[in-house]
């Protein structure tokens, strides 16, 4: 009956259809065989975590990480969802501890989001010029890393704003409109700081 299951969930899967694999999967994470349930685990935190629901992603993630024998990847992939749910969900304490396991790792992207992460925090902790130094580490270490690159930058900004330094918030904000057309998100982000700058 399970093993049906799981192969049911892993066509669902192969097809993007997330939504009815969700529900195989919902009673598979309830299996009594370890393997299914951390099956289940793995795919149900990838799905919440891609719908944003944060509450369900993190919970996911925490079953994954009680599986040892789970790959490094996939612990790793589980502790970046668990870092990122616990942000969204305004668990600042919980999100930090999380995030700082991750600044050293191997993987670019995970030690670049988890500097990001340490430079948000500071921000908003109003420790601007600390921020900007956790900024400018993660623009030397990790330039391949764009994304984080940029979303960093805007927060170079608000500090900068912080700071009452208008001509650097200034000059930080064009610099993310000309360089990163690539995430009008994030463009768009730095123009309405621009905004806020002139007056």
């Known amino acids: 009956q ?10 669902l899967l192969s097809e993007n259809n997330s939504s009815e694999a969700k529900i195989y999967l919902e ?3 309830n299996s009594s065989n370890v393997t299914i349930k951390n099956f289940a685990s793995i795919e149900l935190m990838k799905i919440y975590a891609e719908e944003k629901n944060f509450s369900q ?3 996911f993630a925490s ?11 996939v612990l790793e992939q589980a502790k970046v969802i668990k870092a990122r749910s616990l942000m969204n969900q305004g668990k600042d304490k919980d999100a930090q501890i999380a995030y700082a396991a991750l600044e050293k790792s191997a993987n670019t992207e ?10 948000f925090y500071q921000n908003k902790g109003k420790a601007f010029k600390s921020s900007n130094e ?3 580490k993660l623009a030397n270490n990790y ?3 764009e994304y984080w690159g940029a979303k960093s930058l805007v ?3 608000r500090n900068y704003i912080g700071l009452k330094d208008n001509y650097q918030a200034s000059y930080t904000a064009d610099q993310i409109m000309d360089n990163y057309t690539d995430f009008p998100e994030i463009v768009s982000e730095a123009k309405d700081l621009k905004k806020q700058i002139k007056k």
Do not use: G, H, P
């Open 2 to 11: 399970e093993d049906a299951q799981v192969r049911i969930a892993q066509i």
């Open 27 to 29: 009673n598979l994470a």
């Open 57 to 59: 992603a993190e919970k």
């Open 63 to 73: 079953e994954v990480l009680k599986y040892s024998k789970n790959s490094a990847a």
């Open 110 to 119: 995970v030690a670049a989001e988890a500097l990001y992460a340490k430079a």
């Open 134 to 136: 956790t900024i400018f």
């Open 143 to 145: 330039a391949s890393e």
């Open 155 to 157: 927060l170079m900004v």
